[in-house]
C-alpha cells in the first residue's frame, strides 16, 4: 500500500485547507485510515481517524470542531478539511493506513498503524 498525501501549504489565521490521503495498491473497505501531524520540537500528534467500513470518524482534542474527516466514495482518497485554522495547526501533516477497522481506544495511536504518507506542510500565519 502507498499513500500520497497532498494539499498542504501556507493559509492565514481562521482560514481554510484541504489535505487528501489517497491510497494505491491492496487496500480493503475495513482499513482505518487517519491524518496525524508533526510540528518542529514536538511528538507526533494524532488529529483525526476515519474506520473505511462505517465511516466512524475521531478527532483530536486540539482540533474537534473544526477539522472534519471524510472520503471519496468511489476512490480509496481520505480527506482532511481544516476550518477556523490556527497558528498552532502549523506541521508537517501525515496520514496513516491500517488494514483492519481499530478499535476506539487506539485510533489515536500512530504504532497502531502500518502504512504511512510522505507527510504535507501546513503552515497557519498569524
Known amino acids: 500500500v502507498q499513500l500520497q498525501a497532498s494539499g498542504g501549504g501556507l493559509v492565514q489565521a481562521g482560514g481554510s485547507l484541504r489535505l487528501s490521503c489517497e491510497a494505491s495498491g491492496r487496500t480493503f473497505s475495513s482499513n482505518t485510515v487517519a491524518w496525524f501531524r508533526q510540528a518542529p520540537g514536538k511528538e507526533r500528534e494524532f488529529v483525526a481517524a476515519?474506520?473505511?467500513?462505517?465511516?466512524?470518524?475521531f478527532y483530536g482534542d486540539s482540533v474537534k470542531g473544526r477539522f472534519t474527516i471524510f472520503r471519496d466514495g468511489g476512490k480509496i482518497t481520505v480527506y482532511l478539511q481544516m476550518n477556523s485554522a490556527k497558528p498552532e495547526d502549523t506541521a508537517v501533516y501525515y496520514c496513516?493506513?491500517?488494514?483492519?477497522?481499530?478499535?476506539?481506544?487506539?485510533?489515536?495511536?500512530?504504532?497502531?498503524?502500518?502504512?504511512w504518507g510522505q507527510g504535507t506542510q501546513v503552515t497557519v500565519s498569524s
Open positions: 476515519l474506520t473505511m467500513s462505517d465511516g466512524q470518524g
Open positions: 496513516a493506513l491500517v488494514k483492519r477497522r481499530l478499535i476506539n481506544s487506539v485510533v489515536h495511536t500512530s504504532g497502531a498503524y502500518d502504512y
